[in-house]
Structures are given as structure tokens and as C-alpha cells.
Nanobody, 118 residues
Framework: QVQLVESGGGLVQAGGSLRLSCAAS????????MGWFRQAPGKERKRVAA????????FYADSVKGRFTISRDNAKNTVYLQMNSLKPEDTAVYYC???????????WGQGTQVTVSS
């Protein structure tokens, strides 16, 4: 497992941008697929983006496609989520997670709050 720490959340107006970062500990970061999830109050946690170990393959939920970009820097043990054209419905706690395989995410960060005001 890896230890994950998210940062970059905050309050932003609709239409604005934020970049989330997730710093990982350990020398095996480059072997993990990484994902960003979010959970709004009263709703289940959902995956919004994912990236494979090399960065060559990405996934986006339909709700964020074209607005969010996931990327990673294996030399810095960090994964990013660039969020543009934010909407109030993007308001949630955002978590990064690491998967050692088979789309099973077994390491989680503590989450960072993103609030988008209308």
C-alpha cells in the first residue's frame, strides 16, 4: 500500500478552476493505477477520473469529460486533477486512491473539500 495526501481543494465560483494534487509515499508509486473519486453529501462515492501506471490511458466519468484532466508525475510521486469550468454540482469531497490491479482501489487519501458557489 501507499500513503496518499490530497491538497488543492477550496472554494471557487462557478466557471472557475482548481488543481488537486495527491502526493504518494513509497518507491512503488509508478506501479499503481490512480483514481480520483468524489462524494457529495448524502450521495455515494463515485470515480470521476483514473489513470494507468504510465499515464498512457485515462478514464473520465461523463459528468466531467472535457472539463477535468488527470495526469501524473511518477518522478514526483504525484497525481493531479485539473478541474476547469467548475459547476456547483462538482461540490464534493475529493479523494485520490491507488489501485494495485483489477480496478481495486486499496489505498485512499483523507480527502479534500471542493466547494463551487453559484
Amino acid at each position: 500500500q501507499v500513503q496518499l495526501v490530497e491538497s488543492g481543494g477550496g472554494l471557487v465560483q462557478a466557471g472557475g478552476s482548481l488543481r488537486l494534487s495527491c502526493a504518494a509515499s513509497g518507491r512503488t508509486f509508478g506501479t499503481y493505477a490512480m483514481g480520483w473519486f468524489r462524494q457529495a453529501p448524502g450521495k455515494e462515492r463515485k470515480r470521476v477520473a483514473a489513470i494507468n501506471w504510465s499515464g498512457g490511458n485515462t478514464f473520465y466519468a461523463d459528468s466531467v469529460k472535457g472539463r477535468f484532466t488527470i495526469s501524473r508525475d511518477n518522478a514526483k510521486n504525484t497525481v493531479y486533477l485539473q478541474m476547469n469550468s467548475l459547476k456547483p454540482e462538482d461540490t464534493a469531497v475529493y479523494y485520490c486512491a491507488a489501485s494495485s490491479g483489477y480496478d481495486v482501489y486499496d489505498s485512499w487519501g483523507q480527502g479534500t473539500q471542493v466547494t463551487v458557489s453559484s
